[in-house]
């Protein structure tokens, strides 16, 4: 049986599972659609939200970043991780006490104005679909290898299995269909994992294989990685990180960009009580853990597994000839997501850091330049087939992917349409829609959202991990400061909030869009994307903190110089940050 048809089997089979459970689970009501009915068991919602929360980036990209980039992309991880936790102890336990749908809707209520709730639904939508276009730059990835197409074709092929079940199903469906989708993506990132850990360490657990013995050479795995890329020209993978300005607001930015996210904080809703909610957080990062803890291990074995298998006798001898190239990489050239070109035309693969300082090095050896391009997405995804997997785990690898990017996708897509059709239509422009159209709205908001998604996906301003950093950084500039003020500041009022999330919105999109283009546009950046024009060594990735600096200091201004909030507001704010108790989400 070929690659290709293993293949469909795993990815077919995980696709027609979902697509049974959204039927199965099929939402009848607004109440279903937006929160699952309000009655979804803490454990069941916990590992929902681990395979919303691990998405394309985490599953795809993280590891792929992690490996070009060693310890100086290790921001990814640590970000995101320690984000989870500021959202479990901050924000969850208080949103849900708060009952309603939305955080569109929390915010309105709590800053007493349709327009506060019309400006968060502004940075819901940018932060949303920005990270949208990630999960399908990642879902393109790997549809286009495992069903060898094109990848934009295998974009659009995502694109369709999203709409299908997550239009169906609502939150309802998504909840369940996540459920079997973080089985799915688990058991295909761990395998993998287990395996190579194997082969290279002979250790069956993988983040202790990362501190083991390299087999082969008898030395730490990790100082054979850092022998190999530093003779390549490449700075050691465990080197320190030179601007630590950078390193730590970007960190900061991805930690409370995670906390701001619409699509993690409204599965909070779904769960009957308070406790539960802490709970479901509880259980959702033991969920994540058991993923994050192995992708160092992952990134850095597949990094010592791509600099040997083009140089299998060492980095000091000759590479390996272009006609004898494994076929992963005939395989992967075909999606054009590693391409190679033969510059001093000896018919062999030179594959180095091309910079100056290893000029003289690359002279003597008779390279011309850098011969390899290699997508940092396809790591994890290549993995399998660079360490000689058996083909079942190939087609293992191909579905776990896949369900990382439809999950957080489905996620995502849910939190714009319930902040189109419940925060817009039906809380200004039409208040007495009836629920049918208000679930008719949903659905067709769900569908726009997926067709802008899809097409911005086909020019993503980067790579899976970094577009959806840029969203993290939105939702930290806009978001994240808002809830905070919301739930700990009985003296933040209207006209400080809508302020502060526009001037932190407002000040982080136009840095962003100065050096990655206007509206994510290829060609209209006003700067090129160095650290020579970055403003105090600041990337884009990084000014998400700085937003929510300006956010807080604009609101509090703001709200210091006007009135105070209503009595009853400030008896609210009291009421939520002291949770005894909640009812069912609020219907209106």
Not at 319 to 324: C, L, N, R, T
Not at 480 to 502: D, E, Q, T, Y
Request: proline share 5%; with cysteine.
């Amino acid at each position: 049986m070929s690659q290709f048809v293993i293949n469909l089997i795993f990815v077919g089979a995980s696709f027609a599972l979902y697509i049974g459970i959204a039927i199965w689970a099929r939402a009848g009501s607004t109440k279903e659609f937006y929160v699952a009915g309000g009655g979804v068991h803490p454990i069941t919602n916990g590992m929902a939200t681990a395979a919303d929360w691990m998405s394309a980036a985490s599953f795809i990209s993280m590891a792929g970043l992690i490996a070009a980039g060693g310890y100086a992309n290790s921001t990814f991880l640590m970000g995101w991780t320690g984000g989870y936790v500021l959202l479990a102890m901050l924000l969850a336990p208080y949103l849900r006490k708060f009952g309603k749908f939305t955080v569109p809707e929390f915010i309105g209520d709590r800053f007493y104005s349709r327009n506060a709730r019309f400006v968060a639904v502004a940075c819901l939508i940018i932060a949303s679909v920005t990270y949208v276009i990630g999960q399908m730059t990642g879902a393109g990835v790997a549809f286009s290898r495992f069903l060898e197409v094109e990848n934009n074709t295998g974009l659009m092929i995502a694109a369709v299995v999203v709409f299908l079940y997550a239009v169906l199903g609502g939150m309802k469906g998504i909840t369940y269909t996540q459920v079997a989708q973080y089985v799915v993506l688990i058991v295909a990132y761990t395998i993998p994992a287990v395996f190579i850990s194997l082969q290279l360490t002979g250790n069956a657990i993988p983040p202790l294989g990362l501190f083991s013995t390299h087999t082969e050479s008898g030395l730490p795995l990790l100082q054979k990685l850092d022998e190999v890329v530093r003779e390549l020209g490449f700075r050691d993978y465990t080197a320190d990180v030179a601007n630590k300005l950078n390193m730590v607001l970007f960190t900061l930015s991805l930690m409370i960009g995670t906390a701001g996210l619409p699509h993690v904080i409204i599965r909070f809703f779904t769960v009957p009580k308070v406790a539960d909610a802490r709970w479901s957080a509880g259980w959702a990062l033991v969920f994540i853990a058991l993923l994050y803890l192995t992708a160092p291990a992952v990134a850095s074995m597949a990094r010592l597994n791509l600099m040997t298998t083009i140089y299998p006798e060492g980095t000091a001898s000759q590479p390996i000839d272009y006609a004898e190239r494994p076929d992963w990489i005939r395989s992967w050239e075909e999606t054009g997501l590693i391409t190679f070109d033969d510059k001093n035309n000896d018919g062999r693969i030179q594959f180095y850091n091309d910079v100056p300082t290893y000029a003289d090095t690359a002279e003597t050896r008779g390279w011309e330049g850098n011969e390899l391009t290699v997508n940092n997405d396809i790591l994890v995804l290549a993995n399998p087939e660079i360490a000689n997997l058996p083909p079942w785990v190939i087609g293992l690898i191909a579905a776990g992917g896949l369900a990382a990017a439809l999950s957080t996708a489905a996620g995502l897509l849910l939190a714009i349409s319930s902040a189109v059709s419940h925060d817009l239509i039906k809380g200004a422009i039409n208040p007495n829609i009836s629920e049918k159209g208000e679930l008719l709205a949903a659905r067709i908001s769900m569908a726009v959202a997926i067709v802008v998604a899809t097409y911005l996906g086909m020019n993503p301003p980067g790579f899976a991990a970094q577009v959806v950093a840029l969203a993290f950084g939105i939702a930290a500039a806009s978001i994240f400061p808002a809830l905070m003020m919301g739930i700990f500041s009985k003296r933040v009022n209207n006209k400080g909030a809508i302020a502060g999330m526009l001037a932190g919105l407002i000040s982080t999109l136009v840095y962003i869009f100065l050096f990655l283009g206007w509206f994510f546009i290829p060609g209209t950046n006003t700067f090129a994307n160095t650290p020579d024009n970055w403003l105090l060594g600041i990337s884009p990735l990084s000014f998400g903190a700085i937003g929510a600096l300006i956010n807080f200091a604009v609101a509090f201004a703001v709200s210091t110089a006007t009135e105070e909030p209503p009595v009853e507001i400030q008896e609210l704010v009291e009421s939520v940050r002291y949770p005894r108790g909640a009812g069912g989400a609020v219907d209106h």
